[in-house]
């Protein structure tokens, strides 16, 4: 069994970790200056706004502007277990299952293939 102090590195800030990003092209979403990090989480992470169970964790929740088609992608440098440190890690996925739209997806290949670049985007670009 592993220490407390070995658990804590697998827990991460929900702020930090997620990633809000509407792209709209493949450049998009490879932009790395157009995502950000939300102020709140706790509606859906709780009240600590912790997932546990990860470490270096990394959330994309990627929106398209127009249809809001949406991209849940994870990444991650390990995953506790039950059998290695005696608890199993968050279902990030099922939990924001509940506040996103129906028919998301987790193939990176999948929502890069709706994007349509060479469309015009209907929001403005600037004021």
Sequence with gaps: MFSAKDLESYVADARSALELKFVKTEADFFDEGLGFHPQFTHQVFGDQEKIFGYKQL??????????????????????????????????????????????????????????????????????
């Design 58 to 127: 990394k959330i994309k929740l990627y929106y398209t502007p127009d249809d809001l088609r949406t991209y849940v992608g994870l990444s991650h440098g390990g995953v506790a277990s039950q059998s290695t440190q005696g608890v199993n890690p968050d279902n990030i996925v099922k939990m924001l299952a509940q506040y996103i739209p129906e028919g998301f997806t987790t193939s990176q290949d999948e929502f890069l293939r709706h994007l349509s670049p060479s469309l015009p985007s209907p929001l403005p670009s600037s004021l």
